[in-house]
């Protein structure tokens, strides 16, 4: 396998206003002692906010590369997303893999199990720029990336194993990138979907494992460093207004998201920031574009949409609160055999960053995807407009 080679920093644009912004918002809750060169940069929010904003990812969870419960363990998760989709696990995560290429990822590797199905891919470049991928589908056990858990490789076209068709399953797409202290990355070569057990080419080139919580490499340790320490004690009164700001806005009235939880802590200075969400309820083919026009009347600004050929849909948009704080909204659409389709929504308030694209800079989409006249004979496996930003909704503290 080929490995990424390429110092720790090259940092382009510092990212200080990133530790001030977020730590203002936070609050401490309990006492969490590492070695401060494991907590995130600025390099790492860089990084992390390439995944958030790839279009085929669109995450709905998004946080930076940090240090993990056990040092010099690194957890390079950055985003995720989770749907439900009632087709076999394998032709899942197909539709997935072709969505990727379509936004320029490349399959490295897949695995095929008796109740679960999962692919890796790759995205190649710098150390700054490389991230790596898996789509998983099929019971809990399966949703790991691969390197967790070991099966045999099976056939995802035997019925015997897969059950019939339609087969509810959930799907997960989990990105991670190198955490800032990384001296290489791996970079396996990019194979076809005929080379994997998903075209029932068995073993097939498996995909390839996990790099979450992998240990840094030797000569990879840095100066140690002072523990970043949050500068507010309390949420600052400014996000108080902000919330009972986004508490008043009738679209989220609508939609049963008017009151934004706390900001809440895992007890090692990890917070989730403000956010809500409704649980999936049927709805129409119709649903996710009548909101997005009801929204974007009442002032949102839509930033972002995708359109995957399996009838996924991804809207999100944003909205200025007050004090510099923006609410984001993300709609989803999926198909369902009972009921059609299922709609959710979300939302999460976050604050301009350095990074990545200030609230202002986000483009305002006019013709979303689904709007999109295509000729008959073309079916795109995935097309979108915009650009995703949702969060970020989980984040520790940053160095400056």
């Known amino acids: 396998m080929n490995t990424l080679h390429g110092p720790a920093s090259g940092r382009t644009a510092r990212c200080g206003r990133v530790a001030v912004i977020l730590v203002a918002i936070l609050a401490l809750a309990g006492c969490y002692k590492a070695d401060g060169r494991y907590f995130s940069d600025d390099i790492d929010v860089q990084r992390a906010t390439r ?7 669109a995450p709905r969870v998004t946080t930076a590369a940090h240090g993990g419960d056990v040092l010099p363990t690194v957890v390079r998760e950055v985003a995720s997303r989770t749907h439900t989709a009632s ?13 990727a290429q379509a936004a320029g990822w490349e399959l490295t590797g897949a695995n095929c199990q008796t109740r679960g199905a999962a692919a890796s891919l790759k995205r190649s470049g710098s150390l700054d ?4 991928a898996w789509v998983l589908a099929g019971d809990a056990p399966y949703l790991q990336p691969p390197g967790r858990i070991e099966a045999e490789q099976a056939d995802p076209t035997d019925e015997a194993l897969m059950g019939p068709p339609p087969w509810p399953v959930t799907v997960k797409v989990v990105v991670q990138v190198p955490h800032h202290l990384d001296r290489t990355w791996p970079d396996p070569p990019a194979v076809t979907v005929d080379d994997t057990c998903l075209a029932g080419t068995l073993p097939g080139v498996a995909a390839q494992p996990t790099q979450v919580n992998k240990p840094l490499p030797d000569g990879a340790m840095a ?14 009164a400014s996000l108080v207004r902000a919330q009972e700001a986004a508490a008043t806005d009738p679209v989220l009235g609508e939609l049963g998201l008017a009151v934004l939880t706390e900001l809440r802590s895992d007890g090692r200075d990890e917070y989730t920031a403000p956010s809500a969400q409704i649980r999936p309820r049927p709805g129409e083919p119709t649903t996710l574009a009548e909101t997005v026009e009801t929204a ?64 202002g800079d986000l483009p305002h989409v006019t013709t979303p995807c689904w709007a999109v006249e295509q000729p008959d004979d073309v079916s795109p496996a995935f097309s979108w407009a915009g650009i995703p930003w949702f969060g970020p909704t989980n984040l520790g503290s940053v160095q400056p």
């Not at 995944?51 to 990812?57: E, I, L, M, T």
């Not at 720029?129 to 790596?132: F, G, K, L, N, T």
């Not at 100066?223 to 600052?236: D, F, L, S, T, Y």
């Open 51 to 57: 995944a958030w904003n790839d279009p085929w990812v």
């Open 223 to 236: 100066e140690k460093q002072r523990k970043p320490v949050w500068r507010a004690q309390q949420p600052p």
């Open 87 to 99: 087709v076999r696990p394998a032709e899942a995560v197909l539709d997935e893999i072709h969505a």
């Open 296 to 359: 974007t009347t009442a002032g949102w600004s839509l930033t972002y949409t995708g359109c995957w050929a399996s009838g996924m849909t991804i809207a999100e948009l944003h909205r200025d609160v007050t004090n510099g704080y923006s609410v984001a909204l993300r709609l989803e659409l999926h198909p369902d055999p009972d009921a059609g389709t299922i709609f959710t929504a979300a939302a999460v308030l976050s604050t301009p960053t350095e990074g990545g694209p200030r609230r």
């Open 129 to 132: 720029e490389a991230a790596v």
